[in-house]
């Protein structure tokens, strides 16, 4: 059954302003965050977070696709939604983090939760704030049973930092979730990151839209289609 949070719809409202500022706005705003936040300064950190922006800026040209007809149709990357990053008893700060900035640089806003480091996290949330951040587009999700953090409405990603293990009790709480499909992004190798520096990571917290302007119609009258689907 699913249940409402209002720091989800919270989320969800200021999603669309933090999703139209573009991949290199938001990557200059998180490397000036990754600079001055003390949890981000730690140089494991910067190792990971500094390769993941450079390559969310490669993400923001629009491809243009000529049209059969003369229409002009534009593919672009556009952020998912509200994502939730948790972490498990395995889970590191620097995979952790790496999640969260991911996410963001991909125009997704976050809630935070990992059981057993709730100041870390809460403290981690309130300095970003203070540091220039939205106050909801990034938030803390005080901890609770995982099977009713993920029937949480809203959800359009999971980034969890866990076991293999963990991974899979994870990916079966989602799929009894009613509605939209929910992204699941695992890092299982909080200590090495092995997944987050993979080339296609980012590409799991976007969906890919499209966008048409017909101006051969009838009459000379231009038309706009987009399309997207955030169930991708």
Not at 56 to 66: A, D, G, L
Not at 137 to 151: G, M, N
Not at 182 to 201: I, K, R
Request: glycine share 6%; net charge negative; with cysteine.
């Amino acid at each position: 059954m699913s249940t409402q949070d209002p720091r989800i719809t919270q989320a969800q409202a200021a999603w669309e302003a933090w999703n139209h500022l573009g991949f290199t706005k938001r990557s200059e705003r998180l490397k000036k965050l990754a600079s001055e936040l003390p949890p981000l300064r730690d140089a494991q950190v910067q190792a990971l977070l500094r390769p993941l922006l450079d390559l969310s800026i490669t993400m923001e040209p629009i491809q243009v696709m000529p049209g059969p007809t003369g229409e002009s149709n534009e593919l672009y990357l556009n952020g998912r939604g509200v994502t939730l990053v948790i972490g498990d008893d395995s889970a590191s700060e620097v995979a952790f983090i790496g999640q969260m900035i991911s996410a963001l640089a991909c125009g997704n806003c976050v809630v935070l939760q990992w059981p057993g480091q709730s100041e870390w996290v809460r403290n981690l949330v309130e300095k970003a704030h203070m540091f220039g951040l939205p106050e909801a587009v990034i938030q803390y999700l005080p901890d609770s049973p995982l099977e009713h953090t993920l029937a949480l409405d809203g959800l359009a990603v999971v980034a969890a930092v866990c076991t293999t293990e963990q991974a899979r009790q994870i990916n079966r709480l989602l799929a009894q979730r009613d509605g939209l499909l929910v992204q699941l992004v695992c890092e299982t190798d909080p200590q090495g990151c092995s997944h987050l520096l993979q080339p296609d990571h980012l590409l799991r917290f976007v969906t890919e839209r499209t966008r048409t302007i017909n101006t051969t119609a009838v009459g000379g009258n231009a038309t706009l289609l987009e399309l997207g689907s955030t169930e991708l």
